[in-house]
């Protein structure tokens, strides 16, 4: 059990899959109190991985009175909260029932592997510029009214993937890069959806934007940590400075979601296609080099450095 929830923040913490840990307390859906006061892990194992993804202090201590009554808030939260009713609640669970344990492991691992050199790093960004590239390309040009009224422009990311390009290739980085073989598959998916059913899209805008804005901020801290990058290089990909609150913004961003004049059968579809995504991520992930256990140790001991005040580890 205590394995299956360690797997479980991390998924949450990749952003593809913005659900709660199983066992653990989160107060409130944004990323920051996902990590709040009363989110500590049970085990030795837990403590080094919240430790280690810079969600949980050397000493927790639990607060039972202030447990309380976050609990009430939180209860008030669940009542208005978007996610509880219609395509919301729908995607929500959809996605998180269906997944395996062994893509769940498989997704994880390659997450640790994308983290654990600067050069794989470099690869899995390069693969999601190319993801995006075609996803926002098909945003601009689809006639689809579902697709555009989910859109915004302050999720869009090719401009920031595009800093980070020029980041880890240079200025010239547009005549150095190639989609790899999974970065390819996913493309085509997008693209073949956009001339057939164009409202399927909306599972892409769900499982890559909403995890974006989930994990995105912390998942750029634990590569910056790991690879000893300096800070806001080649992370700008998961900074959203157009959102100040990204409560607020999911929250809208679901509500608007409900509001959309599906059918059910389009609804169970879009339940499907954003699991396929999962899928296509893990094709991505599971191509990188490396070791996902060095990305975890560096992660872990760059984390203790930066308490002490002491340089990261390259």
Not at 165 to 180: A, H, N, Q, R, T
Not at 221 to 240: C, P
Request: charged share 25%; proline share 4%; net charge negative.
């Amino acid at each position: 059990m205590a394995a299956t929830r360690v797997l479980n923040v991390y998924v949450l913490i990749t952003g593809l899959v913005p659900q709660c840990a199983e066992g653990f307390t989160c107060p409130s859906r944004s990323i920051r109190s996902l990590a709040g006061p009363q989110r500590v892990g049970s085990s030795p194992k837990e403590h080094l991985c919240l430790f280690a993804a810079g969600i949980e202090e050397p000493e927790s201590v639990v607060d039972t009175e202030s447990r309380e009554i976050s609990s009430v808030t939180s209860r008030k939260a669940e009542d208005e909260n978007p996610r509880k009713t219609g395509l919301a609640l729908m995607l929500d669970d959809g996605t998180r029932k269906s997944h395996s344990v062994a893509q769940n492991s498989a997704f994880v691992s390659g997450f640790f592997k994308g983290i654990g050199t600067k050069s794989a790093f470099a690869t899995l960004v390069t693969s999601l510029y190319f993801v995006y590239d075609a996803m926002e390309e098909v945003f601009d040009q689809t006639s689809n009214e579902y697709v555009q009224y989910l859109d915004s422009s302050e999720l869009r990311r090719v401009p920031s993937l595009e800093q980070d390009m020029e980041y880890f290739y240079g200025s010239s980085w547009k005549d150095l890069i190639v989609p790899s073989r999974a970065t390819k598959a996913y493309v085509q998916r997008v693209k073949d959806i956009a001339d057939t059913e164009p409202y399927l899209l909306i599972a892409h805008q769900y499982t890559r934007y909403l995890g974006d804005l989930f994990g995105g901020q912390m998942m750029g801290g634990m590569a910056t940590r790991s690879l000893g990058l300096e800070s806001g290089k080649g992370t700008a990909f998961y900074t959203f400075n157009d959102i100040p609150s990204t409560e607020k913004f999911i929250t809208n961003w679901y509500t608007k979601l409900n509001e959309l004049a599906l059918t059910e059968e389009q609804k169970e579809a879009i339940v499907e296609e954003a699991n396929l995504v999962f899928d296509l991520n893990i094709g991505i992930l599971e191509e990188l080099e490396g070791s996902p256990i060095r990305a975890m140790v560096m992660l872990a001991l760059n984390s203790l450095k930066s308490k002490f005040g002491l340089s990261a580890e390259k």
